[in-house]
């Protein structure tokens, strides 16, 4: 694929391209079948958050924007299981996230519209993570066509997603906070990114970081 604008992230902490080397250096159907689950989880989101909009009436195009995602996801994770199948694999049932286990944290309950906007933007920061990962991996593949294809047309697909989440966000909350907050969410999302350990995962680290 054309070699993406990573730039245009907004990603606090850059990934080295040598992460990808490493983890495809790994157990590539252990990296898909994480993947898959993240696909799943990601529509789960989507769906739990449409009916999440403050009363009395969503904001404009609310449902329509968390719809469009929850589609798109779903779309995403049956290609990657169907891949994981031809390659002898099978979906597990069980699937283990710290990255996003550590986002969630930072969500302030109970805070309503605060707590609504802390949620949109922890969706923002997995969807931004998860396609800078998409083009690390698309532009390793030389020695695997497949994958390579499938991480760059996921790349185009979802590379605008996070903006989805932070528009949503500042029609629930004051522009002023949502610009605030998400400065101080994309210096988490850094330290927490970096504090993972390395493995066959969307979101892992580097050995020795």
């Known amino acids: 694929m054309p070699r993406a604008d990573l730039g245009s992230l907004p990603l606090r902490a850059r990934t080295p391209a040598r992460w990808a080397s490493d983890v495809l250096a790994g157990d590539r159907l252990a990296l898909l079948n994480d993947h898959a689950h993240l696909e799943k989880k990601a529509a789960s989101n989507a769906l739990e958050l449409l009916h999440r909009w403050p009363e009395p009436a969503p904001p404009e195009n609310w449902v329509k924007a968390m719809t469009t995602v929850a589609r798109d996801e779903i779309e995403h994770l049956a290609l990657v299981t169907r891949l994981i199948s031809r390659r002898g694999g099978r979906l597990t049932k069980y699937h283990h996230d710290p990255y996003a286990n550590s986002l969630r944290n930072l969500v302030r309950l109970g805070r309503g519209t605060f707590e609504l906007m802390d949620r949109l933007m922890v969706s923002a920061l997995i969807e931004a993570r998860s396609c800078e990962r998409f083009a690390l991996l698309a532009e390793t593949c030389e020695d695997d066509r497949e994958l390579g ?44 990114i970096e504090a993972q350990t390395p493995g066959s995962r969307m979101h892992s680290w580097l050995a020795g970081n």
Do not use: T
């Open 149 to 192: 294809k499938l991480y760059g047309n996921l790349w185009s697909s979802e590379h605008g997603h996070y903006r989805i989440f932070i528009d949503l966000a500042a029609q629930v909350v004051p522009a002023a906070a949502v610009r605030a907050r998400w400065s101080e969410m994309l210096d988490a999302e850094a330290v927490i």
